[in-house]
């Protein structure tokens, strides 16, 4: 097992008065995919912004490597060595695929030459062909699961140690979510990143993830090996009985 990346310790959430996460604790690993699963409303993806800076309602702590990160805005989770890919993507539809990629890595410059950085879009255009062929293509132009490919690229290009995916085959079709999440596995062994993933498919997920953690109403209801949880029959009744059940 690696080092520790991510700690999320009791981390209480609120929207208003509304308390919506209870006390999370979870941890993720260097070199792991871990998986979020629970059903709509369960927390996940407040979670996530808990976890990036962009949800400021909230108690606990959460540490980056070895840094406080509880209270620090999205803006400077990033350069840590954060990127995370919001559900729905939310590209920037009316720039190009090229300049949607050079926002990627906007916080690296001017440390970063651009020369480095375009050596390095050419690596995310030869992961993402489709991309290459439309990069002066506006993003809006693009199909949903060509939108998914530049925001992921796009956070690539931001050099992170951690990517938080939020719901990577949301709205796509059976065959481009399996390519995405494929692409999520090539991530983790051709870059070394160290993904946390919300999924709504819990079994292509759980396929894909060393570990996983089921949520359910803003606490951890199980957490263990990706095989185990998928063996467990709190998880197989309520998450499995579909290959294309949502959570």
């Known amino acids: ?21 209870h006390g ?30 962009l949800h400021g309602d909230k108690e606990g702590k959460i540490r980056f490597r070895d840094t406080d990160i509880t209270h620090v805005p999205a803006e400077l989770v990033v350069p840590r060595g954060m990127a995370h890919v919001p559900e729905r993507r939310q590209i920037f539809s009316t720039l190009t695929v090229e300049d949607n990629l050079w926002l990627g890595a906007s916080h690296r410059m001017p440390k970063t030459s651009k020369k480095e950085i375009a050596k390095e879009m050419e690596t995310v255009y030869e992961r993402f062909p489709i991309l290459a062929e439309r990069k002066w293509q506006l993003g809006g132009t693009l199909s949903g699961g060509q939108q998914q490919m530049l925001a992921i690229g796009r956070a690539l290009l931001s050099r992170p140690q951690l990517l938080l995916l939020d719901e990577p085959s949301l709205g796509l079709a059976p065959l481009i979510a399996k ?28 396929a894909i993830s060393d570990r996983a953690y089921v949520l359910s109403t803003g606490t951890v209801m199980l957490e ?17 009985g579909s290959s294309h059940e949502a959570v």
Not at 33 to 52: H, P, Q, R, Y
Request: hydrophobic share 40%.
């Open 224 to 240: 263990g090996k990706a095989d185990e949880i998928s063996n467990d029959p709190r998880v197989q009744s309520a998450y499995l």
């Open 24 to 53: 999370i604790t979870l941890q993720v690993n260097e070199g792991e995919i871990v998986s979020l699963l629970g059903a709509n409303g369960a927390g996940k993806t407040t979670l996530l912004n808990c976890i990036c800076g």
């Open 1 to 21: 097992m690696g080092k520790t990346v991510l700690t999320v310790d009791s981390i209480t959430a609120r929207y208003g008065p509304v308390e919506v996460l």
């Open 179 to 206: 390519e995405i999440l494929t692409i999520v596995q090539e991530i983790r062994s051709e870059w070394g990143t160290t993904v946390l993933l919300v999924e709504q498919n819990a079994r292509a997920a759980l």
